[in-house]
T-cell receptor, first 111, second 114 residues
Framework: NAGVMQNPRHLVRRRGQEARLRCSPM?????VYWYRQLPEEGLKFMVY????????ESGMPKERFSAEFPKEGPSILRIQQVVRGDSAAYFC?????????FGPGTRLTVL | KQEVTQIPAALSVPEGENLVLNCSFT??????LQWFRQDPGKGLTSLLL?????REQTSGRLNASLDKSSGRSTLYIAASQPGDSATYLC?????????????FGQGTILTVHP
Protein backbone atom coordinates (compact mmCIF):
# COMPACT_ATOMS: atom_id res chain seq x y z
CA ASN A 1 0.00 0.00 0.00
CA ALA A 2 1.74 3.13 -1.21
CA GLY A 3 1.80 6.07 1.14
CA VAL A 4 0.34 9.50 0.51
CA MET A 5 1.74 10.85 -2.73
CA GLN A 6 2.24 14.48 -3.58
CA ASN A 7 3.45 16.07 -6.78
CA PRO A 8 5.31 17.95 -7.78
CA ARG A 9 7.83 17.75 -4.95
CA HIS A 10 9.26 21.12 -5.89
CA LEU A 11 7.49 23.89 -7.76
CA VAL A 12 8.84 27.26 -8.83
CA ARG A 13 6.48 29.98 -9.93
CA ARG A 14 6.84 33.67 -10.73
CA ARG A 15 4.65 36.20 -9.02
CA GLY A 16 1.20 36.28 -10.58
CA GLN A 17 1.26 32.72 -11.91
CA GLU A 18 -0.93 29.87 -10.74
CA ALA A 19 0.27 26.92 -8.67
CA ARG A 20 -1.47 23.54 -8.65
CA LEU A 21 -0.49 21.03 -6.00
CA ARG A 22 -1.73 17.44 -6.20
CA CYS A 23 -2.28 14.88 -3.47
CA SER A 24 -3.18 11.21 -3.88
CA PRO A 25 -4.34 9.75 -0.57
CA MET A 26 -3.52 6.28 0.64
CA UNK A 27 -5.70 3.56 -0.84
CA UNK A 28 -9.00 3.35 0.98
CA UNK A 29 -8.66 6.79 2.59
CA UNK A 30 -11.50 9.20 1.86
CA UNK A 31 -10.42 12.06 4.14
CA VAL A 32 -7.79 14.56 2.95
CA TYR A 33 -6.20 17.44 4.84
CA TRP A 34 -3.91 20.22 3.61
CA TYR A 35 -1.39 21.97 5.87
CA ARG A 36 1.13 24.71 5.19
CA GLN A 37 4.53 25.15 6.79
CA LEU A 38 5.93 28.63 6.33
CA PRO A 39 9.67 29.19 6.83
CA GLU A 40 10.54 29.18 10.52
CA GLU A 41 6.92 28.46 11.47
CA GLY A 42 4.97 25.40 12.49
CA LEU A 43 2.44 23.50 10.42
CA LYS A 44 -0.89 25.24 10.07
CA PHE A 45 -4.14 23.59 9.01
CA MET A 46 -5.68 24.87 5.79
CA VAL A 47 -8.58 22.67 4.67
CA TYR A 48 -10.25 19.30 5.25
CA UNK A 49 -12.07 17.53 2.43
CA UNK A 50 -13.95 14.32 1.81
CA UNK A 51 -14.83 13.09 -1.63
CA UNK A 52 -16.50 16.00 -3.48
CA UNK A 53 -17.07 17.95 -0.25
CA UNK A 54 -15.20 20.62 1.69
CA UNK A 55 -15.76 19.89 5.37
CA UNK A 56 -13.65 22.56 7.05
CA GLU A 57 -11.89 25.42 5.29
CA SER A 58 -11.32 27.56 8.36
CA GLY A 59 -7.57 27.75 7.71
CA MET A 60 -7.74 28.76 4.07
CA PRO A 61 -6.84 32.33 3.10
CA LYS A 62 -9.97 34.10 1.92
CA GLU A 63 -8.64 34.91 -1.52
CA ARG A 64 -6.63 33.14 -4.23
CA PHE A 65 -6.68 29.72 -2.53
CA SER A 66 -9.06 26.88 -3.36
CA ALA A 67 -9.14 23.13 -2.89
CA GLU A 68 -11.06 20.22 -4.31
CA PHE A 69 -11.23 16.45 -3.92
CA PRO A 70 -13.18 15.08 -6.89
CA LYS A 71 -14.89 11.72 -7.05
CA GLU A 72 -12.09 10.46 -9.27
CA GLY A 73 -8.49 11.57 -9.10
CA PRO A 74 -6.27 13.38 -6.65
CA SER A 75 -7.05 16.28 -4.38
CA ILE A 76 -5.90 19.62 -5.79
CA LEU A 77 -4.78 22.72 -3.89
CA ARG A 78 -4.85 25.68 -6.23
CA ILE A 79 -3.19 29.03 -5.59
CA GLN A 80 -3.97 31.78 -8.05
CA GLN A 81 -1.77 34.83 -8.65
CA VAL A 82 0.96 33.63 -6.31
CA VAL A 83 2.92 36.11 -4.21
CA ARG A 84 6.30 35.70 -2.49
CA GLY A 85 4.55 35.13 0.82
CA ASP A 86 3.05 31.91 -0.57
CA SER A 87 6.52 30.32 -0.60
CA ALA A 88 6.24 27.41 1.81
CA ALA A 89 6.03 23.65 2.12
CA TYR A 90 2.51 22.34 1.55
CA PHE A 91 1.69 18.99 3.11
CA CYS A 92 -1.22 16.72 2.43
CA UNK A 93 -2.44 14.09 4.87
CA UNK A 94 -5.06 11.39 4.50
CA UNK A 95 -6.95 9.25 6.95
CA UNK A 96 -9.34 6.31 7.07
CA UNK A 97 -10.10 6.74 10.76
CA UNK A 98 -8.45 9.03 13.29
CA UNK A 99 -4.78 8.68 12.43
CA UNK A 100 -3.48 11.03 9.74
CA UNK A 101 -0.68 9.97 7.41
CA PHE A 102 1.37 12.65 5.72
CA GLY A 103 2.86 12.94 2.27
CA PRO A 104 6.38 14.21 1.53
CA GLY A 105 5.15 17.71 0.76
CA THR A 106 5.42 20.15 -2.13
CA ARG A 107 7.92 22.94 -1.70
CA LEU A 108 6.67 26.03 -3.49
CA THR A 109 9.07 28.83 -4.30
CA VAL A 110 7.71 32.08 -5.68
CA LEU A 111 10.27 34.23 -7.46
CA LYS B 1 -8.69 28.50 20.36
CA GLN B 2 -6.36 25.56 20.90
CA GLU B 3 -2.69 26.41 21.31
CA VAL B 4 0.10 23.84 21.50
CA THR B 5 3.50 24.60 22.98
CA GLN B 6 6.58 22.43 22.89
CA ILE B 7 9.54 22.74 25.24
CA PRO B 8 12.45 22.85 24.71
CA ALA B 9 12.69 24.41 21.24
CA ALA B 10 16.02 22.65 20.71
CA LEU B 11 17.93 19.94 22.50
CA SER B 12 21.44 18.59 21.98
CA VAL B 13 22.50 15.42 23.79
CA PRO B 14 25.27 12.84 23.58
CA GLU B 15 24.47 9.42 22.23
CA GLY B 16 23.02 7.00 24.77
CA GLU B 17 21.17 9.54 26.91
CA ASN B 18 17.52 9.17 27.83
CA LEU B 19 15.55 12.30 27.09
CA VAL B 20 12.11 13.86 27.50
CA LEU B 21 10.29 16.19 25.14
CA ASN B 22 7.37 18.17 26.46
CA CYS B 23 4.10 19.25 24.87
CA SER B 24 1.33 21.31 26.44
CA PHE B 25 -2.07 22.32 25.09
CA THR B 26 -4.53 24.92 26.31
CA UNK B 27 -7.86 23.16 25.66
CA UNK B 28 -8.11 19.78 27.39
CA UNK B 29 -11.13 18.72 25.30
CA UNK B 30 -9.05 16.73 22.82
CA UNK B 31 -9.90 13.59 20.87
CA UNK B 32 -6.33 12.37 20.53
CA LEU B 33 -2.70 13.47 20.44
CA GLN B 34 -0.07 12.44 17.90
CA TRP B 35 3.70 12.66 18.01
CA PHE B 36 5.49 13.02 14.68
CA ARG B 37 9.05 13.11 13.48
CA GLN B 38 10.17 15.38 10.64
CA ASP B 39 13.56 15.07 8.99
CA PRO B 40 15.00 18.13 7.19
CA GLY B 41 13.26 18.73 3.89
CA LYS B 42 11.01 15.72 4.36
CA GLY B 43 7.45 14.91 5.35
CA LEU B 44 6.10 13.83 8.71
CA THR B 45 6.33 10.33 10.09
CA SER B 46 3.77 9.36 12.72
CA LEU B 47 5.45 7.95 15.82
CA LEU B 48 2.69 7.45 18.35
CA LEU B 49 -1.01 8.24 18.66
CA UNK B 50 -2.66 8.44 22.09
CA UNK B 51 -6.42 8.46 22.40
CA UNK B 52 -7.90 10.84 24.97
CA UNK B 53 -8.92 7.87 27.12
CA UNK B 54 -5.36 6.48 27.21
CA ARG B 55 -2.51 7.38 29.53
CA GLU B 56 0.43 6.21 27.44
CA GLN B 57 1.62 4.45 24.31
CA THR B 58 4.90 2.69 23.64
CA SER B 59 6.78 1.79 20.48
CA GLY B 60 10.28 0.43 20.79
CA ARG B 61 12.45 3.02 22.52
CA LEU B 62 9.66 5.60 22.47
CA ASN B 63 7.08 6.14 25.17
CA ALA B 64 4.46 8.87 25.08
CA SER B 65 2.28 9.81 28.03
CA LEU B 66 -0.85 11.92 28.17
CA ASP B 67 -2.35 13.85 31.10
CA LYS B 68 -5.43 15.33 29.51
CA SER B 69 -6.69 17.14 32.59
CA SER B 70 -3.47 19.14 32.95
CA GLY B 71 -3.04 19.56 29.17
CA ARG B 72 0.34 17.85 28.94
CA SER B 73 2.09 15.10 27.03
CA THR B 74 5.66 13.89 27.14
CA LEU B 75 7.68 11.88 24.66
CA TYR B 76 10.38 9.80 26.28
CA ILE B 77 13.23 8.52 24.11
CA ALA B 78 15.43 5.86 25.66
CA ALA B 79 19.07 5.30 24.77
CA SER B 80 19.16 8.02 22.11
CA GLN B 81 21.05 7.43 18.85
CA PRO B 82 22.39 9.83 16.19
CA GLY B 83 19.64 8.55 13.88
CA ASP B 84 17.08 10.04 16.26
CA SER B 85 18.20 13.53 15.23
CA ALA B 86 15.16 15.26 13.75
CA THR B 87 12.38 17.70 14.62
CA TYR B 88 9.70 16.21 16.85
CA LEU B 89 6.20 17.60 16.54
CA CYS B 90 3.23 17.22 18.83
CA UNK B 91 -0.29 17.66 17.44
CA UNK B 92 -3.75 17.50 19.01
CA UNK B 93 -7.15 16.87 17.51
CA UNK B 94 -10.19 18.55 19.00
CA UNK B 95 -12.71 16.42 20.85
CA UNK B 96 -16.05 15.29 19.53
CA UNK B 97 -14.99 13.60 16.32
CA UNK B 98 -12.37 11.18 15.10
CA UNK B 99 -11.88 13.34 12.01
CA UNK B 100 -10.76 16.91 11.73
CA UNK B 101 -7.75 19.15 11.79
CA UNK B 102 -4.63 18.75 13.84
CA UNK B 103 -3.18 21.69 15.76
CA PHE B 104 0.61 21.50 15.87
CA GLY B 105 3.26 22.77 18.22
CA GLN B 106 6.36 24.51 16.90
CA GLY B 107 8.47 21.40 17.41
CA THR B 108 11.60 20.42 19.28
CA ILE B 109 14.78 20.14 17.21
CA LEU B 110 16.75 17.21 18.58
CA THR B 111 20.41 16.63 17.86
CA VAL B 112 22.08 13.46 19.13
CA HIS B 113 25.84 13.58 18.69
CA PRO B 114 28.11 10.55 18.68
Amino acid sequence: NAGVMQNPRHLVRRRGQEARLRCSPMKGHSHVYWYRQLPEEGLKFMVYLQKENIIDESGMPKERFSAEFPKEGPSILRIQQVVRGDSAAYFCASSFKEEQFFGPGTRLTVL
Amino acid sequence: KQEVTQIPAALSVPEGENLVLNCSFTDSAIYNLQWFRQDPGKGLTSLLLIQSSQREQTSGRLNASLDKSSGRSTLYIAASQPGDSATYLCAVKAGGTSYGKLTFGQGTILTVHP
